[in-house]
């Protein structure tokens, strides 16, 4: 039900899913970078015209400087 490797590695999630799909993601995302702290969260994607679950963790990207710049994280598809 999810996607391949092909079509995620080394994109940016709002390359692979539509926008309206997104506010949750965006949302754990913006958290991660407001508290500066790792999270996870399952949430739900439509993928295909098909929800899929997916459990995603997130850790803070830091810069030399101390400040939080970004996130990164890993995506497992927990559906089945």
């Given at each position: 039900?999810?996607?391949?490797?092909?079509?995620?590695?080394?994109?940016?999630?709002?390359?692979?899913?539509?926008?309206?799909?997104?506010?949750?993601?965006?949302?754990?995302?913006?958290?991660?970078?407001?508290?500066g702290k790792a999270a996870q969260r399952e949430i739900r994607l439509k993928v295909s015209n098909e929800w899929v679950r997916y459990l995603v963790i997130m850790e803070p990207l830091w810069n030399a400087e101390g400040r939080v710049t970004g996130v990164t994280g890993a995506v497992v598809e927990v559906s089945r």
């Open positions: 039900a999810g996607l391949g490797k092909k079509m995620v590695l080394g994109k940016r999630s709002d390359e692979i899913h539509a926008p309206a799909d997104m506010a949750e993601l965006a949302e754990l995302q913006q958290a991660v970078i407001d508290a």
